[in-house]
C-alpha cells in the first residue's frame, strides 16, 4: 500500500512539472524552468524509492518517511480555506504511507532484506 501511494505522488509531481512546464511565460521563464525540474526530479526520486520499496529494498523507507513528513508540513500550509481539502488529502496520504512502512509486518520484511544483504 505505501509502495502504490508513494508512486501515486510520484506522478502527482511528474503533472504538477508538465503543468508547469504547460503555463511558462517569458516574464518568469527561469521560475517556472527551475519549479518543473524540481517536480519532475522529485518525482523520479519517488518513483524510484517506490520501486525499490516494491522491491522489497531497506533504504528506501528512509528517503519516502523524510517525504512524507515534508508533505505533512505542506498539508499544514494548506489547512486554511480554500485549500483546506487539498491538506486532508495530503495529510492523509502521508499518514497512510508512514503508518504503512512502520507497520510491524512492513518492517520485518524490510529487515529480513536487511540480513540478506551481503
Do not use: Y
Not at 504547460?22 to 527561469?30: K, Q, V, Y
Not at 512502520?102 to 544483504?117: F, I
Amino acid at each position: 500500500m505505501a509502495a502504490s501511494l508513494v508512486a501515486l505522488e510520484a506522478f502527482v509531481l511528474v503533472a504538477l512539472g508538465v503543468l508547469e512546464l504547460a503555463n511558462l511565460r517569458s516574464i518568469r521563464l527561469t521560475m517556472g524552468l527551475t519549479t518543473s525540474a524540481f517536480f519532475l526530479v522529485a518525482a523520479a526520486g519517488l518513483a524510484w524509492c517506490a520501486w525499490s520499496l516494491w522491491k522489497v529494498r531497506r533504504w528506501a523507507r528512509g528517503p519516502v518517511v523524510m517525504a512524507q513528513l515534508i508533505q505533512l508540513g505542506l498539508a499544514w500550509n494548506f489547512r486554511d480555506q480554500p485549500t483546506t481539502l487539498i491538506a486532508i488529502g495530503l495529510a492523509a496520504a502521508a499518514l497512510v504511507v508512514v503508518a504503512g512502512l512502520l507497520h510491524p509486518a512492513s518492517t520485518q520484511v524490510l529487515e529480513e532484506d536487511a540480513r540478506l544483504d551481503p
